[in-house]
Every structure is written in structure tokens, then in C-alpha cells.
């Protein structure tokens, strides 16, 4: 049994080594090609830690995860309102799933997909209708764009459902994984 300070310095090496995955993995996106957004596998290292452990270390995970997205991976901002929607806050988002921690080793795991992947949706959706709303374009697949809401859930949507769908095929299996390995 480790001592409080042990855990805690293991929890900080998990969040660590996870989020520098997800950082990897997210040199390997399919970008769009519109103005912004990409599908890649950088939710699963951050709902794999906040599933293993609760919802405040993952939201931590995620704010640390968006910040240095923005700064090391790059990142696009048009103000800064829009790096703490578009990468701190979206990012730090996906760790409420970490609020299915404790069912996640039997069906809490999807459930937790979900709810983490549409929260980072919602604040994208955010940041599309308040700091995007000025570059909506005026077509947006064959639709004529008439309003800020339809087209942010659109296209936020473009990017962020392949993402919830990947991260619902992958994070459980290595979730149960990790978890019959004791790890």
C-alpha cells in the first residue's frame, strides 16, 4: 500500500506520461481542412486517466493537456478567449468523465466517453457562437449558413463526433486492459 504522498507522486507520473501521449498523438490528426479542428486520438490518454481516477485529476490533466496543445502543438487563437475555449477549457472538459471513475470498470466507461467528449463538444460550440461567429461561412456542406448556432454545432460537429465515436471504441478496451492488469 503506498503512503498518500507515494500516490500522489504516482498519480502526477500517470498524468505525466499520458499526457505526453496525447500530445503525440496529436502530431497524428486527419485535419478538416476548414478553419480549424481534426480528428485524432488525443481524448483517449485523458478519459483513460480521469476514468482510472475522478474527475478533479482529469480536469487537471485536461487544462495542463489544452494549455501546452496550444503553445507546443501550434495552436490557433484569435484572442486569448478563444486558446482558453478552444484548448484549456474544451480539454479540461473531457475530464468530467472522470465523475464515472467508479462505474467505469463495468459499463461507466461509455457513459463517460460520452459525457466527457460532448462537454469539450459544447465549449467548441461555445467559442463558435461567440469568438468564430464573425468568420461563419457563408455555405457550409451545400447549406446556406444563416445562424452562428446551427453552423458551430455543425461544425464543431465535423471534428468532435469522429472523435467521440474513436474515443468510444478505443478507451474501453484499453480500460479494461489496464484494469485486469492491475496497473
Given at each position: 500500500?503506498r503512503?498518500?504522498s ?5 498519480l502526477l507520473?500517470?498524468?505525466a506520461?499520458l ?7 496529436s502530431?497524428?490528426d486527419i485535419?478538416l481542412?476548414?478553419?480549424g479542428?481534426?480528428v485524432?486520438?488525443v481524448?483517449v490518454?485523458l478519459l ?6 475522478g474527475p478533479?485529476?482529469?480536469?487537471l ?5 489544452g494549455?501546452?496543445?496550444?503553445f507546443?502543438a ?8 478563444s486558446?482558453l475555449?478552444?484548448?484549456t477549457l ?7 468523465a472522470?465523475f ?19 462537454v469539450?463538444?459544447?465549449v ?7 469568438i468564430?461567429a ?6 457550409f456542406?451545400?447549406?446556406?449558413m444563416t445562424s ?7 461544425y ?8 467521440i465515436?474513436?474515443?468510444l471504441i478505443v ?6 486492459a489496464l484494469?485486469?492488469?492491475k496497473?
Amino acid at each position: 500500500m503506498r503512503t498518500k504522498s507515494e500516490n500522489t507522486l504516482f498519480l502526477l507520473c500517470e498524468g505525466a506520461i499520458l499526457t505526453a501521449l496525447a500530445w503525440a498523438l496529436s502530431l497524428f490528426d486527419i485535419p478538416l481542412g476548414y478553419q480549424g479542428g481534426s480528428v485524432d486520438f488525443v481524448m483517449v490518454p485523458l478519459l483513460l486517466f480521469s476514468l482510472r481516477h475522478g474527475p478533479w485529476w482529469g480536469l487537471l490533466q485536461g487544462l495542463a493537456f489544452g494549455t501546452l496543445k496550444f503553445f507546443l502543438a501550434g495552436g490557433f487563437a484569435i484572442t486569448w478567449e478563444s486558446i482558453l475555449l478552444d484548448y484549456t477549457l474544451a480539454y479540461a472538459a473531457v475530464g468530467v468523465a472522470g465523475f464515472f471513475y467508479r462505474s467505469s470498470k463495468k459499463n461507466g466507461a461509455l457513459l463517460g466517453v460520452i459525457v466527457g467528449g460532448l462537454v469539450r463538444y459544447f465549449v467548441h460550440f461555445l467559442s463558435g457562437v461567440t469568438i468564430y461567429a464573425e468568420y461563419m461561412l457563408e455555405e457550409f456542406w451545400g447549406m446556406k449558413m444563416t445562424s452562428t448556432f446551427v453552423y458551430s454545432i455543425l461544425y464543431n460537429g465535423a471534428y468532435m463526433v469522429p472523435n467521440i465515436v474513436l474515443a468510444l471504441i478505443v478507451t474501453p478496451l484499453l480500460l479494461k486492459a489496464l484494469n485486469k492488469a492491475k496497473l
